[in-house]
């Protein structure tokens, strides 16, 4: 059976402001890992929500981009298709685009998964990556200091499909994930790793995710069908940025600022 853990989950009216109160998240978490710790390490997904994310962060006239020591930030990712990094599918062109093109963070702070390569090559290095950049020993996890994911119609998250191999192959941290329902490979990171990430965020958004969310959170755990279900941080703390659509079948939240309402619930 799974472990219980407490969802805390905020409301937003629109996207756009759903986006805002993602990067005041982002801008917060790692002033806080930076002053703790020197560093911070975030784990980063693709999508619509995280790119009006990242555009936010790189605006000048918003207050993030100041607020952040990108010199002392690194990022990770989540997922990644098996294109090239200038491929229009591409996560990391996108996060190139939209942020990491307008802000001063060192290129060797930007840890990239080699999509352009065979997926278990490319798999097999960005573990490599990961241990020797996070210098982990044995069969020692990454501990990312934000990680966030995002939801498809399906229930999956990351590259953890329905019905496929990363539910059942979380050994290693990368995995080389076959998807029948897209006729691909990912790469992704497994959700154990995913697990033991020190803030796990997900950021949903749009009407057509309202369902499945809602099963999701509450309905019986099935994570063959619904791979979101697997993500239960051990630290037993998972948070959810919504707007109010993506929100719309969930338990009534209560109002806490002038912009979001915020509710609370026990997954057994």
């Known amino acids: 059976m799974p472990r219980k853990i407490l969802v805390h989950y905020f409301v937003y009216e629109t996207a756009e402001v759903l986006a805002l109160a993602a990067a005041r998240l982002f801008a917060d978490r790692a002033k806080e890992a930076i002053e703790q710790r020197g560093v911070a390490r975030f784990a980063i997904s693709g999508g619509t929500t995280p790119k009006r994310l990242f555009q936010l962060l790189a605006d000048g006239a918003q207050p993030f981009y100041t607020q952040i020591d990108w010199t002392k930030l690194h990022l990770y990712w989540v997922d990644e298709r098996t294109v090239g990094p200038e491929d229009a599918d591409s996560n990391y062109r996108m996060t190139r685009e939209a942020l990491l093109d307008r802000v001063p963070i060192p290129a060797d702070n930007v840890h990239r998964m080699e999509g352009e390569l065979p997926a278990d090559e490319a798999a097999a ?138 509710g609370l619930m026990e997954l057994n």
């Open 125 to 262: 290095r960005y573990e490599t990556v990961l241990r020797n950049s996070m210098r982990l020993e044995g069969a020692e996890s990454p501990a990312f200091d934000l990680l966030l994911l995002g939801m498809g119609d399906d229930g999956h998250t990351a590259s953890i499909f329905p019905h496929t191999e990363a539910i059942e192959n979380f050994g290693p941290l990368v995995i080389a994930n076959h998807v029948p329902q897209k006729d691909t490979w990912r790469i992704t990171l497994t959700w154990p790793v995913i697990n033991a990430a020190k803030d796990v965020v997900f950021l949903i958004e749009g009407t057509a995710k309202a369902e499945r969310l809602k099963e999701v959170l509450l309905g019986p755990y099935v994570p063959d069908a619904l791979p979101s279900q697997l993500i239960r941080p051990t630290n037993g703390k998972l948070t959810f940025l919504l707007d109010a659509a993506a929100a719309a079948m969930l338990p009534s939240a209560q109002r806490v600022s002038n912009e979001a309402r915020a």
